[in-house]
């Protein structure tokens, strides 16, 4: 092979883990190469070194085979080296142009960029509007300017980190057809993602990690998903699967709720109605931004209403915050990880606290008992496989699908009597996310109401007992998931009343 980047004993350290140990591998041109792990694996640490945000305690890297050694991003980028990364930075009171112009050295007069932007982005499929206001775009377009600003750069590595995580099916079709382009043009593209159907689909080679270390290689176009996810866990893959039972009463419901959105290009609630019952998954699709926080705040109480808009076991708790909610039952996982769902900087014990200690008898006398606290968070720990050094740690070392298995781990260990969910899987690897399902699935089963908002369709079909979409802010009437098909999901998610069979 012809490679372009070669990566030679990669070696990482920190205090008590060693993200990456003796990692090889290499990247040809033209080549769309993924790599695969379970979450905590290493695989951010190590593009993180390729891309100089990390400088590595042992091993070298050449590219285009000179030594490669950069000490941070902007020579990483003067190598030809950009990425996309998971998360978007990008400054949504700004237009399109202008947010570009910030991830450059030396931009261009703002007219001349502009006209750039849109040349480039008509010629790779991807159209711009560069005047537009980002705030108003969708997860979809947002995720064009990332890459358009990559573009810009004329890379020859492109690294992309879980790309389609918040895209529809129609703009992943899109998004892969510009990463054929840019493969036929000779770039080189480093593929992160935990959709292995997708890996399958587009990539050329593949290396999987699996605690720091490199444990295969394979064509992944040769494998099956199933295979691809047992390379990376090394044990067989479980399947989640439903147990039999009743469905109960109404446990939580909404009358007719209209919220406008406190968020500044957040979308507003218009007249939602829904009821959840005792034993039901209520699966709730969307495209990003179609108002899945909003609804999870209403839900949760962080906003309140008029007492009569929510009701708990048919009594009215429109007006009850979410403390309060939290000692009746109702418990919330948000989407967002850091900052929402679990403060960064404290310690997983702590954030146990945070959360549990309502429910969980973790406070007398004003006082919190730390002793229960840490024994709740390191039960989560090892009941959710939470790879971290101990309970100890800060929320923010561990790796992005580490805790989301802890905050969802958090709130399914306290017993709901509802729990509402906003992406219970987002970032999760294949055995992580079946063990969440699992967990969803038995807790309903055991007669909780559960409510899960999710953009992964796949997701929501192997779960839901009912399924409804969300679209700028309104809830189409709840379908039995059963036997519904793409084409009426994707007119649901589209705002089209789908009529029964």
């Known amino acids: 092979m012809n490679a372009l980047l070669k990566v030679e004993g990669l070696r990482k350290a920190y205090p008590g883990v060693v993200a990456n140990d003796d990692v090889s591998f290499q990247v040809g041109r033209g080549e769309v190469h993924a790599l695969l792990g379970e979450n905590g694996a290493g695989k951010s640490t190590l593009v993180k070194m390729v891309y100089g945000l990390v400088r590595p305690d042992a091993g070298q890297m050449t590219l285009g085979g000179e030594a490669y050694a950069p000490g941070n991003p902007n020579e990483a980028r003067q190598s030809g ?26 931009p261009p007069p703002m007219r001349a960029l502009a006209a750039r932007i849109s040349e480039v982005s008509q010629a ?33 590595l492109l690294i992309m980190d879980e790309p389609t995580s918040v895209l529809t099916p129609q703009e992943v079709s899109v998004l892969f057809e510009t990463l054929r382009k840019l493969k036929a043009e000779g770039t080189s593209i480093l593929y992160i993602s935990h959709k292995l159907e997708e890996i399958r689909a587009l990539c050329d080679g593949a290396t999987i990690l699996r605690l720091g270390k490199v444990v295969a290689s394979c064509d992944p176009r040769e494998k099956s998903a199933r295979d691809l996810a047992e390379m990376m866990v090394g044990t067989e893959l479980a399947t989640p699967a439903p147990r039999d039972h009743e469905l109960g009463d109404v446990a939580l419901a909404l009358d007719a709720v209209t919220v406008a959105s406190g968020a500044a290009f957040g979308a507003s609630l218009r007249d939602v109605s829904l009821e959840v019952r005792r034993g039901e998954v209520l699966g709730i699709g969307g495209v990003a931004g179609n108002g899945q926080d909003e609804l999870l705040a209403v839900m949760s109480g962080e906003v309140t209403l008029a007492a009569d808009r929510v009701h708990l076991h048919g009594k009215p708790i429109g007006t009850v915050g979410p403390n309060a909610r939290r000692a009746l039952g109702v418990l919330a996982a948000p989407e967002e990880r850091l900052g929402h769902a679990a403060a960064p900087d404290m310690s997983l014990v702590e954030n146990a606290a945070l959360s549990a200690w309502v429910r969980m008898g973790m406070v007398r006398r004003g006082f919190i008992n730390w002793g229960k606290a840490r024994k709740y968070a390191e039960h989560v720990i090892a009941e959710f496989d939470v790879r971290t050094p101990g309970a100890g740690s800060a929320a923010r070392s561990l790796s992005g699908g580490n805790l989301q298995k802890f905050v969802i781990g958090r709130e399914i260990l306290q017993k709901p009597d509802v729990l509402v969910v906003n992406q219970p899987t987002w970032g999760v690897d294949a055995s992580a996310a079946a063990s969440i399902r699992q967990a969803l699935l038995d807790l309903a089963a055991d007669g909780a109401a559960v409510v899960v908002i999710s953009q992964d369709l796949d997701e929501l079909m192997e779960i839901s007992t009912r399924f409804a979409a969300l679209n700028e802010g309104r809830l189409s009437e709840p379908r039995a998931a059963a036997g519904l098909t793409i084409d009426e999901i994707g007119l649901m998610l589209g705002g089209a009343e789908v009529a029964h069979a």
């Not at 790779?124 to 990559?150: F, N, T």
């Open 124 to 156: 790779y499929g991807l159209p711009l509007d560069p005047a537009r206001r980002v705030g108003d775009l969708s997860a979809g377009e947002r995720q064009r300017v990332e890459i358009i600003r990559c573009l810009l750069q004329d890379p020859k």
């Open 81 to 106: 080296i950009a990425m996309v990364f998971q998360h978007f930075s990008l400054f949504e009171a700004l237009s399109v142009a202008e947010n570009v112009a910030l991830g450059m050295e030396n």
